[in-house]
């Protein structure tokens, strides 16, 4: 009983998203667990999310190299690791 009210365990959003997360095959071409090796350059802009001295995250970058996949990673991490107000401001 004591470890079901046990806080979750300490983890970044990759982290995470590595444990947690399941990609379906209608929304990946490759279905199955999330692995952030399959694109490593997108672990420091998940990572800079757990970081308190950064208020800002700016990414720029090309067309499909996972921005929506890294959105829905730090939406589900704040979900399941640290319930709180979030808001997404896309511009």
């Known amino acids: 009983m004591m470890r079901r009210m046990a806080p979750p365990p300490r983890l970044t959003v990759n982290e995470w998203a590595d444990q947690e997360r399941r990609l379906s095959p209608e929304a990946s071409a490759e279905a199955g667990w999330w692995n952030t ?45 640290d319930p709180s107000p979030i808001q997404f401001a896309l511009v």
């Not at 970081?51 to 399941?80: C, F, H, R, W």
């Open 37 to 81: 090796n399959r694109a490593a350059y997108q672990r420091g802009i998940m990572d800079a999310v757990n970081d308190p001295a950064i208020e800002n995250i700016v990414v720029m970058s090309g067309a499909q190299i996972g921005k929506t996949e890294i959105l829905l990673n730090i939406l589900g991490y704040y979900i399941a690791q």
